[in-house]
């Protein structure tokens, strides 16, 4: 059974650090590509951060460049998010995800939640 | 950043009729998939590659398309089928998530 853990989130104060973890089992680890998706309270879904495993790039949305990063750790399965900066803005429910077929984003989460505020 | 644009925003629809979704892409991509996501849990992938059904999706869903149009289906809607219906394209990188159409029983 293909499983996605995030843990790490909460309650964080504007300006200050979070990092999101997110465990995967069931599947195979390093092939396509792993993604961070957000979800604001009574909102859509966007994209945060990804990371193509056959070409090596990362890339970011706009809204978190800089401040945002991605890492895995193939030895663990397990992926991350470094939240830097943290703005109210950045409230949402995290997911991480894993593509099954190139661009297909088929695995996800079960969301870790972040609240940004003072 | 390619632009997914979802039509109509909200669906109203009656036990065992169908229902359909658009989306359009400002680019031409082939990977275009389908996300169900009920109140309270995680998007549900059904659809990858515009039209190819992951495993457990009844066949009642369907995917149709190309190019930058796109269409979500379902033949007879059941109750469950209630929430939120996303597309999202996979193509092109930053991947991209249309508004969501939210479809409720009349």
């Known amino acids: 059974e293909v499983q996605l853990v995030e843990s790490g989130g909460g309650l964080v104060q504007p300006g200050r650090s979070l990092r999101l973890s997110c465990a995967m089992s069931?599947?195979?680890?390093?092939?396509?590509?792993l993604h961070w998706v957000r979800q604001g309270p009574a909102k859509g879904l966007e994209w945060v951060a990804g990371l193509n495993l056959d070409s090596g790039r990362i890339d970011y949305a706009d809204s978190v460049k800089g401040r945002f990063t991605i890492s895995r750790d193939s030895a663990k399965n397990s992926l991350y998010l470094q939240m830097n900066s943290l703005r109210d803005e950045d409230t949402a429910l995290y997911y991480c995800?894993?593509?099954?077929?190139?661009?297909?984003?088929?695995?996800w989460g079960q969301g870790a939640l972040v609240i940004v505020s003072s | 950043d390619v632009v997914m644009t979802q039509s109509p925003l909200s669906l109203s629809v009656t036990l065992g009729q169908p229902a359909s979704i658009s989306c359009r892409s400002s680019?031409?991509?082939?990977?275009l998939n389908w996300f169900h996501q009920r109140p309270g849990q995680s998007p549900r992938h059904l659809i990858y590659?515009?039209?190819h059904r992951d495993s457990g999706v009844p066949d009642r869903f369907s995917g149709s398309g190309s190019g930058s149009d796109f269409t979500l289906t379902i033949s007879r809607v059941e109750a469950e089928d209630v929430g939120i219906y996303f597309c999202?394209?996979?193509?092109?990188?930053?991947?991209?998530f249309g508004q969501g159409t939210k479809l409720e029983i009349k």
């Open positions: 680019q031409s991509l082939v990977h």
């Open positions: 995800g894993k593509d099954a077929t190139p661009g297909g984003l088929e695995y």
């Open positions: 590659r515009v039209s």
């Open positions: 069931g599947l195979t680890f390093d092939v396509y590509a």
């Open positions: 999202m394209q996979g193509s092109h990188w930053p991947y991209t």
